[in-house]
């Protein structure tokens, strides 16, 4: 009993504690620790206190002293962003992420809802790092000096000149083994004074060598210098690890060479992009570098893709708490480990970035304890303009969304059709009776609800009554729901075989009074404002569902004469002058969450028959009760950004749509459950492997369409990049960094991709083979070992090349695979297995077979990017509900829409991987000899 009052009486005292100081300290930008200094916090209100454990060892674990990062944001005042309209400063919204990357007051785990995420976590990662080592630079120098032992290699920027350390003097000086072989024999040294001790990088290098010729000038200083407010001297030995992202190191690549990060001090200096230190981490989670490559210091960002991948560099024994702050946008994978998440977010500062299309999702979030803020348009947009553009494609994209939205006035157009409004009240009522078992078991049930609303969409978005063809698939379908009554109502009940039978007569009604060939309803309005617009001075964009629909639009508008475009939901991002939009047949919450969020533009238009008008109602009602529940009062704001309210704007009226009522509620239910994509995943089956066949881990992919893939982490794959005027571009990823909506590129068949093929192609069989037998020397070497892949990463350790075992398993199981990442990596591997057979010439020619391939390889992607964009044009990167097959010349190649990846991993045999797989080969056929396929060709 005596305890339990001493642990009362303590906790008592530190809430008391924690009271005093929020009175005496006003918000965070007067109160925030002058840069470096570190403040710790316990997160206990006294309701918590009353339902927390309440045993002593419970309670001394939770009023443990937790230290908390708290940098007051002051570099990003020295920053400037290049743009076409001259320098800009940081817009408000980097400002209020940055600041709470850096000093947030909340120990939990946080997620912020965005318009747009993307470069979003890279953008404000980059300038995080920036930041933490702009106040770690005191420290990390003392460190450094204290760290430099004899035998370790250094070398000089900016000419890489590398030396051995003989000895550090008791002043500071070093004492450096020149490494020209004569001269080291002769332990011959050169001194260089306590001042220049941090020109010297350590480095995991041999290579230029360091000679008495070698000039000692001092690094000129560049950006990220000016940035820092002292200069690095590009001396990665001076960086202290602080910022991990969970994402794609490409990603974060790209990032970097795009975003035009300047110094106000110093913009005709040598950029940040160039100089910038990144990397990953070890299998021991510490943090290595990547670029500069040979840098054997800690890199400013770490970039892993797996959240698993970031457990030791953030929860090892040895690793400070409160010392990481980690950024993601990978809501998937944040999903599927909640868990760990959870104790990455206890022990480091853990931010996700959502897209806000995507905030039905997160709901599971702030009942797990997140803390979750979606930003109103005007905490979005501050006291400064919105129109300001400053080359991070997410926050600009915000920005754009942000304005837009604070002058939403949506206006909608109906028309009428009581047939189609009787088939969508039939097709939502069906929808209410569904249960996922239903589905499960029964596949005729899946094939009759796609087919049903394959039918409803197809009606609802005629412009123009078709010819017989159409109109006879429309009143086969309707007969197989009618047909099909008596066993919906044996799995459904009666009211879901009433529900059906009324929407199959509802729209065999709506077709029987159509004639063929005269105008709809919708048509006849989409064509009014389609020639008010044409003879307007102001543009009209006109926007549908996806690619089939844009192409019906298009063809009905030039029957009419008009010139008018229509685009199609996803391709509305690469446009640029949205002063006012029609938006029309979208009523699937996919298609329509993409439309609206970002918000596309100030003014825009719902057009469609009344039920569709209704249906964007409630879709925009439901969007905004969840932006609601989303808010954060200023307090709360505070504390989360570390930011005073006085930084942001009064409150103001937003435009937002009246709460859903019940009987809305359930009809937006009904009609979503009812109008799903419906995944016919479960009804792949992985073959057992032939007699003595390996087997392998792999993941499922689904593509828009009948086919799917069983592809393993390793595997290259060939992903298609929008780029700016909608052209494409090509690059090589892995099964990780596929998403939803994501566009690949796969062979017909065989073992070869795509790129692989065309580089073949330009060099020739047998050059090519050449280039791989002398390239793939590295990696014969390394399975000659026969140890295992710990055995191997330990000993590539000793000669200071350091990878994550993931990288170590790629090196060895990856054929595909040109070689590592870096020369370095090469060298190392030839220095820490060593074949007194295998010259230095061997050696040498692996390196430049590794180059020259690479270099071959690019210039394949470039000519597929070519080729693929004069078969297809704009088809290239148009959503669509099918496979594309292209004939290359030399091949078939398969253009696919990732529609989903599994979560979990399938044991299957290896000839079956990373291949595509056609669930139904008659869908095959149809696409190779359909008009899709003619105009491809």
């Not at 994978?333 to 806000?356: C, H, K, P, T």
Request: glycine share 8%.
């Amino acid at each position: 009993m005596m305890a339990d009052k001493a642990v009362a009486a303590t906790r008592r005292t530190l809430l008391l504690s924690r009271k005093l100081k929020s009175e005496k300290l006003p918000p965070c930008e007067d109160a925030t620790p002058s840069a470096g200094q570190r403040c710790v916090q316990v997160d206990l209100t006294e309701a918590e206190a009353s339902v927390r454990p309440t045993s002593e060892f419970d309670v001394r674990a939770e009023l443990a002293l937790r230290p908390r990062l708290a940098i007051k944001p002051a570099a990003i005042a020295r920053a400037r962003f290049q743009v076409d309209a001259g320098a800009v400063e940081v817009t408000h919204l980097l400002h209020v992420l940055l600041a709470t990357a850096l000093a947030t007051e909340v120990d939990k785990p946080i997620c912020i809802v965005l318009p747009s995420t993307d470069q979003v976590p890279e953008t404000v990662g980059l300038m995080a790092a920036i930041e933490c080592l702009a106040v770690d630079l005191q420290g990390t120098r003392p460190a450094f000096r204290e760290n430099l032992r004899p035998g370790k290699r250094v070398r000089l920027h900016p000419g890489g000149e590398v030396f051995e350390l003989d000895a550090v003097n008791g002043d500071g000086s070093l004492q450096l083994r020149m490494m020209d072989k004569a001269t080291y024999k002769s332990n011959g040294t050169r001194y260089a004074s306590a001042d220049r001790a941090f020109w010297f990088e350590p480095t995991t290098r041999r290579q230029p060598l360091g000679t008495q010729h070698t000039k000692f000038v001092a690094p000129w200083p560049n950006q990220l210098d000016m940035l820092l407010g002292g200069q690095l001297f590009a001396n990665t030995g001076l960086v202290r690890n602080r910022v991990i992202l969970a994402g794609m190191r490409k990603g974060f690549e790209r990032t970097l060479a795009s975003v035009p990060l300047v110094s106000v001090e110093g913009p005709a200096l040598m950029p940040v992009r160039q100089v910038f230190p990144f990397g990953g981490l070890d299998a021991a989670g510490k943090a290595y570098v990547i670029e500069p490559s040979g840098s054997a210091g800690q890199p400013m960002v770490a970039i892993e893709r797996e959240l698993l991948d970031l457990e030791r560099a953030c929860l090892a024994e040895d690793i400070e708490a409160g010392s990481k702050i980690v950024l993601t946008d990978r809501l998937d994978m944040i999903l599927r480990d909640l868990s760990l998440a959870g104790r990455i977010a206890e022990r480091q500062r853990l931010i996700l970035f959502v897209e806000a299309r995507r905030r039905s999702e997160i709901a599971l979030l702030a009942d797990k304890g997140w803390v979750v803020w979606e930003p109103t348009a005007h905490e979005i947009i501050g006291a400064g303009p919105s129109d300001i553009c400053m080359g991070s494609k997410g926050i600009d994209a915000s920005l754009r969304a942000a304005a837009g939205e604070t002058l939403r006035t949506p206006g909608f157009i109906s028309c009428k059709s009581q047939t189609l409004r009787q088939a969508d009240a039939a097709l939502a009522r069906l929808g209410l009776q569904l249960r996922d078992e239903s589905v499960e078991e029964e596949e005729w049930v899946e094939d009759l609800l796609s087919g049903a609303q394959d039918l409803f969409f197809s009606c609802g978005n005629w412009l123009t009554v078709p010819e017989d063809v159409e109109l006879d698939g429309a009143v086969a379908a309707a007969d197989r729901i009618r047909r099909a009554a008596d066993r919906i109502g044996a799995r459904l009940g009666p009211e879901g075989a009433e529900a059906a039978v009324e929407f199959a007569d509802a729209v065999d009604n709506f077709r029987s009074s159509a004639i063929r060939g005269s105008l709809t309803a919708k048509g006849s309005e989409l064509l009014r404002l389609a020639r008010a617009a044409s003879e307007g001075t102001y543009k009209q964009m006109f926007v549908t569902g996806n690619r089939q629909g844009r192409e019906r639009a298009d063809a009905f508008f030039r029957r009419h004469d008009l010139g008018t475009r229509c685009v199609a939901v996803r391709e509305l991002a690469q446009e640029g002058d949205r002063a006012s939009i029609v938006a029309f047949s979208i009523m699937r919450r996919d298609l329509f969450e993409r439309l609206v969020d970002p918000w596309p533009s100030a003014n825009t238009l719902f057009l469609g028959y009344e039920f569709e008008t209704d249906c964007y109602r409630r879709r925009l009602g439901r969007r905004d009760a969840l932006r609601r529940t989303m808010r954060l009062d200023a307090e709360s704001r505070t504390r989360l950004t570390s930011i005073a309210g006085a930084r942001f704007p009064e409150p103001r009226h937003e435009a937002s749509a009246e709460p859903l009522a019940p009987a809305d509620v359930n009809h937006l239910n009904g009609f979503d459950r009812a109008t799903r994509e419906w995944s016919w995943v479960r009804r792949i089956t992985i073959p057992a492997p032939s007699h003595g066949e390996d087997t392998c881990e792999a993941r499922i992919v689904r593509f828009a369409g009948r086919s799917w893939s069983a592809m393993t982490a390793e595997h290259e794959i060939t992903l298609l990049v929008p780029g700016e005027g909608g052209q494409a571009s090509v690059r090589e990823v892995h099964i990780a960094d596929l998403a939803s909506g994501t566009r690949i590129v796969v062979r017909e068949g065989g073992d070869r991709d795509v790129i692989r093929l065309l580089a073949q192609d330009i060099k020739g069989e047998e050059g090519y083979e050449t280039l791989r037998q002398h390239s793939g020397l590295w990696r014969r070497v390394l399975r000659a070992a026969s140890v295992d892949h710990a055995a191997i990463h330990r000993r590539l350790e000793l000669v200071g090349v350091r990878r994550n075992l993931a990288t170590i398993r790629a090196w060895l199981h990856n054929a595909a695979l040109i070689g590592p990442r870096s020369v370095d990596d090469v060298d190392g591997i030839a220095r820490a297995f060593p074949d007194p057979t295998i010259k230095a010439a061997a050696w040498k020619a692996c390196m430049d077979a590794i180059a020259e391939l690479r270099a071959l390889h690019q210039t394949a992607g470039s000519r597929l990017t070519a080729l693929l964009s004069h078969r297809c044009g704009k088809m290239l990167l148009e959503p669509s509900d099918t496979e594309l097959a292209i004939d290359l010349g030399i091949g078939t190649v398969w253009v696919l829409e990732v529609a989903g990846v599994e979560d979990e991993t399938r044991e299957c045999p290896a000839s079956y991987v990373n291949r595509i797989h056609w669930q139904d080969p008659a869908w095959k056929a149809g696409l190779l000899t359909s008009q899709l396929r003619a105009r491809a060709a």
